[in-house]
């Protein structure tokens, strides 16, 4: 078998009958359809079942959709103006049934001719408990001709420009029929192995791609659709799984050989914890790949709260026990900030000295610390992206951390493994949790870590959904809450475009709650994106030390800040917020053994969407479960935390709706891999041309 043939795919659609370079025009602008390949995988959304003839007196209201073959017997124009409509009486042997139309009577009345045959095809509704097409399809029936269609008729989805030149959402159906006659069964080889693949129930290509279009039965047209579902997801997760072999293979990577004194001392002297089962099991996985000489990819997934940072250090110190330098990258500069704090204390105390560059830190303070890290006299360096500049140069870097990953592009960490040869090792570290089937598709080419635990007496986080008549009863439960001696957050949100009418409300809530809790009995912290970073500092910093009670800000503070003081969280205008960011903004309290609670304050009238959030909130605190549902309400393109990602292009298959089949996929293309990790048994050859042939959906180049 060869693929040559897919040259024949690879023809400009103008080429096809019926197309010309007017309309081609439009499929290349309108649909990105540039070739008949793309023709054959522009795939139609919904079917018209002509394939039975209903008869009258079977119909009934729940039908949808009915197709009837009979005699047309009389037609008249009734009623005035607005009201004006033809009625037309059609009969078939079991009974008479009304067609009605009320637009378009001159120019259906001259095609229609009582005592003829016709076949009528529309949506069926009852008046006064008959039933009734309203502007059905009509077509005159000629003699011999056979009435059922063989094939269900295909819809796809088109554009107004595309209407007005002839190509409706059925006209396109006609190109493709066009096309699919033109093609042999041998112009659509099969690339899968199905042999292997039993006992999967899976057509063959060809015959799916004929099936998916013009099914004979909606029974194939599903078993069409699961077979071209299965390719997309079993392709995917090859190339996935290649680019990760590959890695593991041929990369080279630096080699922390031992665990040396500076971790066992951390780890045995001076943790005022222990740690979970799950850091345990995470800092082993770490510690074996690590010690490969192959370069580490690894994505840590963890919910809120579950304890990254401190194995992120204990990471850190693996390093530097075996010569090498590391840093952490985090995306804003209060996060700098709360690491550098954080782990200087803890590292202090076993004589390594910690460096921080973030954009605010002073002309000369950075040129030293830039020395410092080129002629490796210092460690370890925390910073925003200010780390991946040109002129940061490290001696010896061997490990890289990036906190909340979601907020850097691939191209930006590229940029820091860059910085040394070997490249250093790499863990990347989410702020809330992926789907899994996120998780799979968009980051299966990393190596994947789970802290699928939380430390121990950690109670759940009361999460009640408020509108603003209960605001009162809300201060007053801040205010006793503060007079336990906790503190409080007051989230705003902050939604780029209308930056300035957020802006005015958060100065607006600011004041109210200033007015209800006035100084000197009370302090309040305010800080957002519109401060210079040294106020937000000096602002972040006083809570953080307990000097103020309340904070009150707008999503800046959202990631990784913790204060295990603080005991409230209100998050104001709720429901202008997505269930990930919600999540991740709860997770800034019931950081302590303290009993917390998250206030989400919305309006009063809300979408189903909104109110779907707000009860998931209010339902559950596992991120994990969140992160699905999120998935579900949204789509994964709109998910935090999606790569820009070619992986997620599925034209057919949905990772909400198909997650087992992408469970089957993946584990088809490991037990493939592992018999033939090159492809090069003859059973694969047609699989590793289809794979080359089709490289533009992803690229096979190493991330992160
Ligand atoms: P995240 O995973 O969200 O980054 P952090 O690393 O900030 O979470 O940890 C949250 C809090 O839990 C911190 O106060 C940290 O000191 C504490 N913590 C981490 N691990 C443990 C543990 N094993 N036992 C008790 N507390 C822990
Ligand atoms: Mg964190």
């Not at 004006?84 to 229609?112: M, P, S």
């Not at 002309?363 to 200010?386: F, M, N, Y």
């Given at each position: 078998m060869s693929f040559s043939s897919e040259q024949k795919l690879q023809q400009p659609i103008e080429y096809l009958k019926g197309v010309g370079p007017l309309r081609a025009e439009l499929l290349k602008k309108e649909l990105g359809i540039f070739t008949f390949g793309d023709l054959l995988e522009?795939?139609?959304?919904?079917?018209?079942?002509?394939?039975?003839?209903?008869?009258?007196?079977?119909?009934?209201?729940?039908?949808?959709?009915?197709?009837?073959?009979?005699?047309?017997?009389?037609?008249?124009?009734?009623?005035?103006?607005?009201?004006?409509?033809?009625?037309?009486?059609?009969?078939?042997?079991?009974?008479?049934?009304?067609?009605?139309?009320?637009?378009?009577?001159?120019?259906?009345?001259?095609?229609?001719?009582?005592?003829?045959?016709?076949?009528?095809?529309?949506?069926?509704?009852?008046?006064?408990?008959?039933?009734?097409?309203?502007?059905?399809?009509?077509?005159?029936?000629?003699?011999?001709?056979?009435?059922?269609?063989?094939?269900?008729?295909?819809?796809?989805?088109?554009?107004?420009?595309?209407?007005?030149?002839?190509?409706?959402?059925?006209?396109?159906?006609?190109?493709?029929?066009?096309?699919?006659?033109?093609?042999?069964?041998?112009?659509?080889?099969?690339?899968?192995?199905?042999?292997?693949?039993?006992?999967?129930?899976?057509?063959?290509?060809?015959r799916a791609l004929r099936q998916i279009h013009f099914p004979e039965t909606p029974q194939l047209y599903q078993q069409a659709l699961q077979r071209l579902k299965f390719e997309e997801l079993f392709i995917s997760q090859l190339r996935m799984q290649l680019v990760r072999m590959q890695r593991h293979r041929f990369s080279e990577g630096v080699v922390f050989e031992k665990v040396g004194d500076r971790f066992n001392e951390l780890y045995k002297h001076h943790l005022s914890f222990e740690l979970t089962g799950a850091q345990k099991r995470v800092i082993k996985e770490i510690r074996a790949d690590t010690a490969k000489g192959k370069q580490m990819n690894r994505l840590l997934q963890g919910d809120v709260g579950s304890g990254k940072t401190i194995v992120a250090v204990l990471t850190m110190l693996l390093a530097i026990d075996n010569g090498y330098q590391t840093c952490l990258m985090a995306p804003t500069e209060i996060l700098c900030q709360q690491h550098y704090a954080s782990v200087k204390g803890l590292l202090e105390k076993v004589g390594v000295s910690v460096g921080l560059l973030t954009?605010?830190?002073?002309?000369?303070?950075?040129?030293?610390?830039?020395?410092?890290?080129?002629?490796?006299?210092?460690?370890?360096?925390?910073?925003?992206?200010?780390?991946?500049?040109e002129t940061v140069a490290f001696k010896k870097l061997g490990l890289v951390i990036i906190d909340e990953q979601h907020r850097f592009g691939v191209a930006q960490r590229a940029q820091l493994w860059k910085k040394s040869s070997p490249p250093p090792h790499m863990l990347?570290?989410?702020?809330?949790?992926?789907?899994?089937?996120?998780?799979?598709?968009?980051?299966?080419?990393?190596?994947?870590?789970?802290?699928?635990?939380?430390?121990?007496?950690?109670?759940?986080?009361?999460?009640?959904?408020?509108?603003?008549?209960?605001?009162a009863k809300v201060m007053d439960f801040i205010k006793q809450e503060i007079e336990l001696g906790r503190q409080i957050y007051i989230i705003y949100p902050l939604i780029e475009e209308s930056a300035k009418l957020d802006y005015e409300n958060l100065m607006k809530g600011y004041e109210e709650v200033k007015a209800f809790f006035p100084e000197p009995r009370y302090w309040i912290s305010m800080v957002h994106g519109r401060q210079p970073a040294e106020q937000k500092e000096i602002n972040m910093k006083r809570f953080v030390e307990g000097d103020t009670q309340i904070m009150v800000a707008t999503t800046v503070i959202e990631v990784g800040v913790n204060v295990p003081n603080a005991s409230v969280m209100v998050i104001e205008s709720a429901e202008k917020f997505g269930l990930s960011q919600l999540h991740q903004l709860r997770g800034r309290v019931g950081r302590g053994t303290e009993k917390s609670y998250c206030v989400l304050m919305t309006g009063p009238k809300l979408g189903a969407d909104a109110r779907e959030r707000m009860r998931i909130m209010t339902h559950t605190g596992n991120g994990f479960e969140i992160a699905e549902k999120d998935l579900m309400l949204r789509g994964p393109g709109e998910i935090e935390g999606t790569r820009q990602s070619g992986a997620l292009a599925f034209k057919l298959a949905s990772l909400v709706a198909d997650r087992s089949l992408l469970e089957v996929a993946r584990e088809k293309a490991a037990q493939l891999l592992e018999a033939d990790p090159g492809l090069d048994q003859a059973s694969h050859v047609s699989l590793k041309e289809f794979m080359k042939i089709r490289k533009g959906a992803l690229s096979w180049s190493k991330i992160s």
């Open positions: 522009y795939y139609p959304f919904r079917h018209i079942d002509r394939t039975r003839i209903n008869t009258i007196d079977s119909l009934l209201p729940d039908m949808d959709f009915v197709q009837l073959a009979g005699t047309l017997v009389s037609s008249e124009v009734v009623g005035q103006r607005a009201g004006k409509r033809l009625l037309v009486t059609f009969k078939d042997r079991t009974g008479t049934i009304e067609l009605a139309w009320f637009q378009g009577i001159n120019w259906v009345q001259k095609l229609l001719q009582p005592g003829y045959s016709y076949l009528v095809y529309g949506r069926i509704s009852f008046f006064n408990g008959r039933p009734q097409l309203v502007h059905p399809e009509i077509e005159k029936i000629e003699p011999e001709q056979p009435l059922e269609k063989k094939f269900l008729e295909p819809v796809y989805a088109t554009t107004e420009k595309l209407k007005s030149k002839g190509l409706g959402g059925r006209a396109l159906g006609r190109l493709t029929q066009t096309l699919l006659a033109q093609l042999k069964d041998s112009d659509l080889p099969e690339p899968l192995p199905l042999d292997e693949l039993k006992p999967l129930p899976l057509l063959e290509r060809s954009g605010s830190i002073k002309t000369k303070e950075r040129k030293q610390l830039l020395a410092q890290l080129a002629d490796g006299s210092l460690s370890l360096v925390i910073g925003t992206h200010a780390l991946i500049e990347v570290m989410t702020a809330t949790p992926i789907p899994r089937t996120l998780a799979m598709t968009a980051y299966g080419d990393l190596d994947y870590s789970i802290i699928d635990e939380l430390p121990p007496g950690r109670q759940p986080i009361k999460t009640v959904h408020r509108f603003e008549k209960d605001r």
